[in-house]
């Protein structure tokens, strides 16, 4: 089963910065994808949210590059580009007609070398208050828009680089100052923690020479700080019940789980598929089709380099009690524990996890991006068949020992319901 891994070349400059190219022929364009090896993990508590500042910070200019110009020298070529931060790393991409090829490593190295000059203390209030808006829009006036940070600070001891979200509290977006953005630009921005992938339409000898010229000149600095992190065992369940303007009340179960690539991690990945991957899945059959007493279920692995959360959400239908709906995912969570799951069930989902792995191959975007994440969390850009072979190792006993491992530990229920309606 080779025909998963690409052909895709590994190297380095001098300053640190690792390149992977991967050439594809079939159509004139190319995908540049940079991550930056930091993420939320990476800031400390009363200064979070800096990671996904910078991904709005990053498109305000550099040297060379004036404010807003990023996004119209790209556009103008028929491109496309965003950014995007997690946890773990921040990401920057475009794409565009590979004749522009070099017009998208110039904008991205003259961010990564040449940001610090033009930085301001307009555009960073400026972008404070984009932040600011957006943390509003999608978390604190969103409904059920806090619960991710709700679990976290209650899954995560308070220390724990998982335990803030990614876009950071308030009171810490209203507190940053220029020192605080430079110096954490100066401490993880550097070629030494980034990695360049082109993939696309391209020559390598020519690629090479490209990335040599525009970054090579660009000088690293020491940026290996890593994030504490234990591991995290809840000693006893812990209830959180918070109102907010929703219509129907809903349901968050979180237990700490595996990190990725972990161990169990592929096994809680099909542990979920199995609860809720289809509308023939177990929790979905059952709470959705023949008790009808939810609207929807949705059951996930989510793992990181620090961390790892397993969790199902469900939405009660009108008249429902969060505890019905509960009593019956623990149920179903508990026989997945107690008893095998049958060779149709484990076959149906790994299959599942296939096909959308080899829809996702498609797009030359997600290629690039798969590239960059195989490399930072394995150090190895073509780990495609490794990744899937994961899935296809997963068995009966696996699956069992993997819940039995994580999912009959103490974990955190968060109700989700809505505010009493005011008295006229």
């Known amino acids: ?39 939320s993990a990476y800031e400390t508590k009363g200064k979070t949210g800096l990671a996904h500042l910078f991904e709005h910070m990053m498109f305000q200019g550099s040297e060379n590059v004036a404010k807003e110009m990023h996004f119209r020298f790209i556009q103008e070529a028929g491109g496309t580009l965003n950014g995007s931060t997690s946890t773990d790393r921040t990401n920057y991409y475009e794409k565009l007609p590979s004749n522009y090829l070099e017009l998208a490593l110039w904008l991205e190295s003259d961010r990564m070398g040449y940001f610090l000059p033009s930085l301001t203390q307009e555009k960073l209030d400026n972008q404070k208050d984009v932040v600011k808006n957006e943390r509003l829009e999608r978390y604190d006036n969103q409904p059920y828009g806090l619960a991710w940070e709700l679990i976290n600070t209650n899954l995560y001891p308070e220390d724990h680089p998982y335990s803030w979200s990614t876009i950071g509290f308030l009171k810490d977006i209203e507190n940053y100052t220029l020192d605080d953005v430079k110096n954490f630009f100066k401490k993880y921005y550097s070629p030494n923690n980034a990695c360049l992938v082109i993939a696309g339409d391209f020559e390598n000898n020519n690629a090479i020479e490209l990335i040599e010229n525009h970054f090579g000149s660009i000088k690293p600095f020491e940026a290996n700080h890593k994030p504490d992190s234990e591991k995290i065992i809840l000693s006893k369940n812990k209830f959180i019940e918070h109102k907010d303007n929703v219509q129907l009340e809903r349901i968050y179960l979180a237990w700490p789980s595996d990190l990725i ?70 149920e179903e969570v508990n026989a997945l524990a107690l008893k095998e799951v049958s060779d149709k069930e484990l076959e149906k989902s790994r299959n599942g996890i296939k096909a959308q792995f080899i829809s996702a191959m498609q797009n030359l975007d997600t290629i690039a991006d798969y590239l960059n994440h195989y490399n930072y969390h394995l150090n190895e850009p073509n780990s495609f068949e490794f990744d899937l072979a994961r899935y296809n190792e997963v068995n009966k006993n696996s699956l069992q020992t993997a819940v039995k491992s994580y999912l009959t530990k103490p974990f955190v229920e968060l109700h989700i319901i809505p505010k009493e309606a005011e008295n006229d």
Request: proline residues 2%.
């Open 1 to 39: 089963m080779n025909h998963l891994n690409l052909n895709c070349t590994k190297g380095q400059l001098k300053n640190g910065l690792e390149y992977i190219l991967y050439q594809d022929k079939s159509i004139p364009l190319v995908s540049v994808n940079i991550w930056y090896k930091v993420g």
């Open 261 to 330: 690539f972990g161990k169990d991690d592929s096994s809680l990945e099909v542990a979920a598929d199995i609860l809720t991957g289809s509308k023939n899945s177990r929790l979905y059959k059952k709470l959705v089709f023949d008790l009808q007493i939810a609207q929807d279920v949705t059951a996930f692995q989510y793992s990181g380099k620090f961390g790892g959360q397993f969790m199902i959400i469900s939405t009660a239908r009108p008249g429902t009690n969060l505890d019905e709906l509960k009593m019956i995912i623990l």
